[in-house]
């Protein structure tokens, strides 16, 4: 009989549940090759490096993104105090934001040219400022991604909610299930997600660019018309009716630090540049300025047009505001964002420009979390590489992405959805704390990077790049670290100090976990010593715990003669004399060539009688090694755990806490364990049953 008659008359024999659970086991490998693709070799890691064509939409597209909610964040701020408010002020914050951005842009690339092995931010602060500056910063992008993935993702079903209404009171749900499909599109791995994201990126650009076009084109031909909201005017909220000047001050300040959202994402790309194809830190640098260039000429040019068409935005505009005939608008008044508006007015008469617009924005800001999920496990790796998070996120999954990473970042995210319900402008109190401590921190860290270089430096062409290196790092320090204060003074009580408070949280997690590692190092450390004395002979006591006599039991006892001990026993506990009396007579009948040696247990219990008879061997003879053979049998269905007492378990886990004890499992397979080994990845169901123990 050939061997593929063999199999199929085998496979015909099986029983209909096995074939079944097996169809299903098969189904669910077809299904995960099927989003995730297939697994790719670790000598492949170089064909997933991106060039700057995908790595500006994988790495910007979070920075490009706050274009269609910054100034949204700005006008709603100013128009706390009403809509006069708006129209005097709000170039100038947007002006503000923007020298902001162009220096910290200047600034991190000199980050890339000096740290390029993607330890970002956290690289930066522990080289320089030490590893305590190190976990702060780590902590901060680590909320920070979380936020970012939170917020792009609510603010683009939002947008989305302008061109299909039906979308509106599903938002939380509508964003869990987006963060899923990025989810699985970052499990294929970092450059097909990047190809498969570029195009909707891209197209966002020349979409809010040629928006700009028109508008100013409509503008200079007086033929722009109004925003929807233009005959409204806001009404101050309680409080806000009359502003000294320290508390203009104030509002102008936290509209700046608002409109700051504009600046996440830039981080991102120090964190990246090992997915950069080679000459990595000059691609990463001129992606940088692309970037910047590129996100200030929108941000601008959405002002402008916001300006232009009189955009009236409200923080709450059921409340604030006020028609022509003096009423509020009331409950039944929808407010779209400033996106949406601006480009209602240009493209009036051409409806397809505005659902293009409420598209792409939508694409965008969902893909802008992309940006996230390539940040976030680069970061988890390299921390988790240091000691700092769980080891398993510094290994690469299938698609040799940091696949534990991923899903980490959107379980977090997805969590924080479903407690804001979506809502951009709470979960938005909570943003940009964190990367303003990464900045800044960062910033700092660079000029004492460039002064211990400069201590040593004396050839005048190098020392004359670095000094100005240094002053614009210096420069990067002191904007950042006035934001990060204005942040936190303007937001603190808005929802920044719940970031803070995680960011705390986060940082002694990190803190415990590092020290967990040290100690278990230390502990397994070998001296000298230890050498000498772990390779000196020692005499070795088996014991072969046994229940009754069946396969398994025979198997462990010929295994535990085959290593040929210095003194080799069978155990058994007696709970049931009449069973144990059994045992005896049938040990004796079989002729097994090894003492079995009968526990009391007055109260039926296994365990305890078992490790303190292995206490009592190793307490006569300190130096003896006692290993104990534990019979079981593999099965193969993780319901038949249920049918199975855990006794077995429970004394190998009291076992092991046991020094000088070593404990070995002899398996015996069932019927049902046949072929597990290729249905499951993971342990096999029973795999700890000892007879029945």
């Known amino acids: 009989m050939t061997k593929c008659t063999r199999a199929t008359v085998h496979a015909a024999h099986r029983p209909a549940w096995r074939v079944l659970h097996s169809s299903f086991v098969s189904s669910g490998r077809v299904l995960k090759r099927l989003l995730v693709g297939r697994a790719k070799r670790s000598d492949r890691l170089r064909e997933t490096l991106l060039p700057k064509k995908i790595a500006l939409p994988v790495f910007a597209s979070d920075a490009l993104s706050s274009v269609a909610y910054a100034p949204d964040e700005i006008l709603l701020t100013l128009g706390l105090a009403g809509g006069a408010l708006v129209l005097t002020h709000s170039w100038e914050v947007a002006l503000a934001v923007v020298v902001v951005m162009v220096v910290i842009v200047l600034s991190y690339r000199q980050n890339v040219r000096a740290y390029p092995s993607g330890g970002g931010d956290y690289e930066v602060a522990s080289v320089n400022l030490g590893p305590r500056a190190g976990r702060t910063v780590a902590s901060a992008l680590l909320v920070d991604y979380v936020l970012t993935v939170a917020v792009s993702v609510s603010s683009g079903v939002q947008n989305a909610a302008a061109a299909f209404p039906a979308i509106r009171g599903y938002e939380a749900a509508v964003a869990i299930a987006i963060i899923l499909g990025l989810t699985a599109m970052n499990l294929r791995g970092v450059r097909e997600s990047g190809t498969a994201f570029a195009i909707p990126t891209y197209l966002f650009m020349l979409t809010v660019l040629g928006m700009a076009v028109v508008g100013l084109v409509r503008r200079s031909t007086g033929d ?3 925003a929807e909201s233009a005959d409204l005017s806001i009404a101050p909220e309680a409080g806000y009716e009359q502003l000294s000047t320290l508390a203009m001050a104030f509002l102008l300040l936290r509209a700046f630090s608002s409109g700051c959202s504009a600046l996440t994402g830039v981080e ?18 001129t992606t940088l300025a692309l970037m910047g260039l590129i996100s200030i000429t929108m941000l601008l040019a959405m002002m402008a047009l916001a300006s232009w068409t009189q955009v009236h935005f409200a923080e709450d505009p059921q409340s604030q505001l006020v028609g022509p005939d003096g009423q509020l608008v009331g409950p039944d008044y929808v407010q779209d964002t400033v996106m949406t508006q601006v480009a209602q007015s240009v493209f009036s008469g051409f409806g397809a420009g505005v659902v293009l617009v409420s598209v792409v924005t939508a694409l965008i800001l969902v893909l802008a979390a992309n940006t996230a999920f390539n940040g976030f496990p680069v970061l988890g790796s390299i921390l988790a590489r240091d000691g700092y998070l769980p080891r398993q ?90 934001v990060l204060a204005v942040v936190l003074v303007t937001k603190f009580t808005h929802g920044a100090g719940w970031a803070v408070a995680a960011m705390i949280a986060l940082y002694l997690l990190m803190r415990s976990i590092r020290r967990h590692y040290d100690r278990v190092r230390d502990e397994l ?47 058994t506990v007696d709970v049931d004399q009449d069973e144990t009396r059994a045992l005896q007579d049938d040990w004796e009948r079989r002729g097994i060539p090894v003492p079995l040696k009968v526990l009391g247990s007055p109260y039926r219990e296994v365990t305890h009688p ?16 006692v290993v104990v053979y534990i019979p079981q049998y593999v099965l193969g269905h993780w319901w038949e755990k249920a049918l199975h007492n855990q006794s077995a378990l429970r004394l190998r886990t009291r076992l092991l806490f046991t020094p000088g004890v070593m404990v070995a499992s002899v398996p015996w397979q069932l019927a049902s364990a046949e072929g597990a080994e290729q249905r499951l990845d993971g342990p096999v169901a029973g795999d700890v049953r000892r007879g029945d123990w």
């Open 610 to 625: 078992v490790v303190d008879y292995v206490k009592s061997i190793r307490s006569g003879s300190p130096r003896d090694m």
């Open 393 to 482: 996120l510094h290994t690469r999954g299938d698609r040799l992405a940091f696949s534990n990473g991923i899903l980490l970042l959107a379980g977090a995210a997805a969590v924080l959805i479903a407690i804001y319900d979506a809502q951009v402008t709470a979960l938005i109190q909570l943003y940009i704390v964190g990367v303003f401590v990464s900045f800044t921190l960062s910033q700092v860290g660079m000029i004492r990077h460039w002064n211990r270089h400069l201590r040593v430096e004396r050839d005048p062409q190098a020392r004359r790049t670095m000094q100005v290196s240094r002053a614009i790092n210096t420069l990067g320090a002191v904007l950042s670290g006035t």
């Open 525 to 571: 450390a070998v001296s000298e010593d230890d050498t000498r004395a772990q390779l000196l002979p020692s005499r070795v006591h088996a014991v072969v715990l046994v229940s009754k006599i069946h396969k398994p039991t025979l198997r462990a006892v010929a295994y535990a003669k085959a290593t040929r001990p210095a003194t080799l026993e069978a155990l």
């Open 224 to 226: 722009l018309p109004l």
């Open 268 to 285: 991102t790309v120090s964190n990246g540049v090992p997915a950069f194809q080679e000459p990595k830190s000059r691609n990463a640098a």
